[in-house]
Structures are given as structure tokens and as C-alpha cells.
């Protein structure tokens, strides 16, 4: 379905992939927040369960709009904007169900008014823990936990039943919805990873021929009584969540190829152009990752050891990220990694991304060993003074499985330092 230049911006918003802030970001952009339009997400009517939004519901002026936005299918934009530019924004599925889950809990047992419709079942619902919800089919989250990103790229029209438990897809059907959705990744206009927002944010920008403009806004984040994060789930709980959830694991993984290959063409664009590649404002950070808050960001868990024999293991996830300083007075300068244990692979099979730029890394040691990644002359920083740094270890398992220990967490590898220092 070929997407007219001109056609309006028309933004998937799958829930809890940073949709919300990534409205408000868009709307700070000329010519898009004069003629912008939210579909509504709810309606709902005495006596009448909660829908999600139908066709017929849909604003009238969406024919006219520059940005339109919604919880909608792909399948219901094509039909009412087939002239539209569509785009979305993915997230690692399990770190989504998770998020969801939070945050439902604090819409329902924190924010929502007592007398809301539905409230009773909401809040019946949402006192249980996830580890309970995900195994009761009869739970109203329960079909939130299959692959929903799979679903809202080739679920057809019902999507509000999908999500409300009705005509939950079948085992058999889920090979071919996963092809259908991955042939659709290709035509979107622009995909964007939460993991990777901010690099590709910058190349949204540089195809609507604006320039570099800053960060994604921070919104719609739970409360800390109400976080959650991948490591809180039980290893019995998080297993079954990544079987059920591998359709849409497949799918991230194809979106982050595209959204990666597509920044690098256009960097390349802006290069050929010479235009200078994106530096924006942001806090100065330390050039070091802090072991003893690296669990608060995605892929770390908790510090273990003393002084000199510190570490923190790497996982659930394969892709480990942290935002770090460039040290100041810098022209060059390169990422250093020290690695203690891997729990599988070798040491020259983990990669260093860069704000999404992978840097050529190189190994010495034997245990503990250096990895050091050394960024090319050309490379400018997103974001001034800070760099967005992912490790992607050489695989993750649990030892319990392979023999070493009874530990049941899924870990990649135990990192002792990270930092980023001038280059040779």
C-alpha cells in the first residue's frame, strides 16, 4: 500500500511503547500540531460494556488532519486513511506486557474514581499479581498478554475484541498473522523502538525535511509505587510469557533492522548533504555506569560483590543500555567494557551500539577481559555531552539449565565496568 508524500501522518499507537510521548512530541512540530487528531479511545455507554473505538466513531475530521493518532488496527487505518503515511513505535514485548500490567494497576487502584463503569471488575482484577493474571484466561489482561504488536498489524477490524477477550486467536492462526504483520512492517513510512526512540526520532525528522529537534517528552510514566520491571517477574512466570509472546519477539527484532538500517541511510542523507549529524541539549551525566543503579535501566540486574569484585549481571534481555557522559574537552573517544563471566558465548561476539551506531569493539584479556569499542572520527553524539550506550551480550540462559548452579535467573554477562573515556 504505497503512502502518499503529502498524506497525513497516521501513528499506530500500540499501548505501552511510549505512544503517549511520542503524541506529545509530535505536537511540538510545525504544520502537525495545528491540524492534529486523537481518535478517541473509549466509549462507553449505560449498560454497555467498554469498546474500544469502531469506525463509525471515528471524528469526522480525520479526512483533513496532518497527524492522526490512535489505539487503532492497521486494518482500520487503511480503510479510513488509505492515503495516510503510517508509522508506529514497537517495544520489546515482554518489557510491554509488563509495563501495561503497571500500568493498569495504577489507572485502576490508584487514579481511576471509585464510581467509574466497570470499576469493581477493574479493580478486581488489577489486585491480583501478573504471574496469576497470565495464566487465568478469564482475566480481562489475559489477551494482553499474547502478542498484541503481532495482532494490531494483522488482527483485521476486531481489534477491540481481541483486547477486550473475544475472538482470541487461535495456535494455528498465529503463523500466518505473523507474516501478514512482518510483509507490513516494510511499507510503514517510519518505525521507531522504545529502546531506540531517540535515534529514531532524528530520522522521522530528517524525512520530514525539518532538521534535528530534541528528545522524546516523558509521559504517561507509572508511579514508583506502581513499577515494574522484567526482573520482578518469577522465572516460572517470565518463561511462559516469552513462549507465548515469541510471534511478536520475531517481529521486534525485524522492526529493529529496519528502524536501524533506515537511521543509517539517513545519516548518510544529511552526510551527503553536509549537514551536520543531530547534537542536542541533554544533562550531563557521569562518563561511568554506576553498578548500583544500573537495575533501574533495561537489561541490568542487581549489583552483587564487594569493592574490587563488584559486578552486575546483564539480562533478562539480551540488549543491556545506559546512558552515560562524555567526558569533557573530548574529540574522540571510545567505550570500555570489563567483562568477568559470561554465562554463554565469547567475548568477541558482544557488540557495542553507540546512540544505534554500532562501534567496532576488540577483546584483550582472558578473563576478566576489556572490550574496547572505538567510535569513528565522523560519529556525532544525539544528545550534547551524553551517549546512549546498548551492549548486546553473546547470548543469555539460565545457569540452572546449563549446568551451572541453581540460579534461575536468565543472565549474559557480569560486567565490572563500563565507561567512556578519550580515545587513543
Known sequence: MPADPAGPICFIHIPKTAGTAFDATMARLPGLRERSVRIPELFERPGQPVVMTRREHWPPDVASASYVSGHVSWDDFAAMVPHGRFITVMRDPLSRVVSHYAHNRQLYLGTTPADHPHMARRRACFERSLAEL????????????WPLQVRTFAGGRQWDDYVHGRNMVRPEEWPTLERIATERLDQLWWIGLTETIDRDLQTLYEALGIGPMGVLLSRNVAEPAYKMSVNDLDAETREMLLERLQPDVRLVER???????????AVDRLLARG???????GQRLSPQLDLAQASAQPGWHRPEGEDARRYVWTGPEQVSVVDVGIPEDCRRWQVELEVANFMVGEPEDVR?????????AAVTGSGPWTIVAQMPGAFQPLRAGQ???SVIAPGVARPSDIGRGADRRILGMAVKRLAVVPGR
Open 134 to 145: 497470565v495464566r487465568d484466561p478469564a482475566s480481562p489482561f489475559y489477551p494482553l498478554t
Open 255 to 265: 522492526a529493529r533492522q529496519i528502524a536501524e538500517a533506515r537511521h543509517a541511510a
Open 275 to 281: 549537514v551536520g549529524v543531530v547534537a542536542l541539549p
Open 352 to 360: 557495542i551500539l553507540v546512540d544505534g551506531v554500532e562501534a567496532p
Open 387 to 389: 551517549l546512549r550506550v
